[in-house]
């Protein structure tokens, strides 16, 4: 059974890390003074509010630099991110003395900056500023949208994530005719997307367990096993590697380092002994369930399947 913190004693990263199971989005919010001063910071507070009249918000920290270009500025853009900017989020999440100076970008209402390719975009008015403890509420109101379609770049446990269709249940009292239930199964059965999806979830069941009894998040441990294959890497090729925002990824070597886990020279990350003992585990619970899973079947068939993976990636 979890522990359960009250409002007397919340640790702010244990709270940060158990925000983090709820996943959202990832924004890069811009706006423009009327006299030219660009901002814009990676968000992943946005939301909608109300459809009439359209609403939207997100929340900026009070002591952030970008505060007063936002109060300032008549519009602010949302440009939701693609599965594929990555990059962008993690520029824009960085403080620079000119953010814009090699993105590609054009203006919009206000002057706000719309980013190219993203999955959605949406020009707002200043609508509200709403007091939120240690941060600004933002309410826009929504005057112009891009419906791009593509698929987004989400954010759960303190690492970028993407989309996958949940395949869905089969409802426990259905009135579907049996020759329907069985057209659908072999259909299903027929569409190997479907069945990747299905397998890549029994096996995450499974094997999620067995590395997260190690005490390590998940995201931990991709650094652990990431780093004892390159023996060193940079804090930003690490962050690249596995796909994670930079305050996560300041986050997780806090924790590690105080494990001794992590050993940091001048911005290079390597594991310590410790650290690579701890890594010797996490590949044993991943081999061990690899054979568990796949030592059924023969070494042809192996090969037969790492092929087919190799071919549609």
Known sequence: MSATQTATDFDPKAF???LGNFATGVTVITACTPNGVQTGVTANSFNSVSLDPALVLWSIMKSSAS??????????????LAADQINLSNHFARPSDDKFASIDYEKGLGNAPLLPD??????????????????????GKVVAFDDIGRAPLLYHGGAYSAVIPHAGVKPKDSEASSKGEEKNAQRLHDNLYYQMIQAVKRYQDSYQPLQLATGLRTIEARMIMTLNDFGSLAASELEQRIGMPDQDLKAALDTLKRKEWIAASDDILSLTSAGIEQAATLWKVANDRQTDVFGQFSAEDVATFRKVLDAVQ
């Open 16 to 18: 940060r890390r158990a």
């Open 67 to 80: 505060v007063d270009i936002f109060e300032q500025a008549s519009h602010f853009a949302v440009n939701v």
């Open 118 to 139: 993203c999955a959605a975009r949406f020009q707002c008015e200043n609508y509200q500023r709403i007091d939120g403890g240690d941060h600004w509420i933002l309410l």
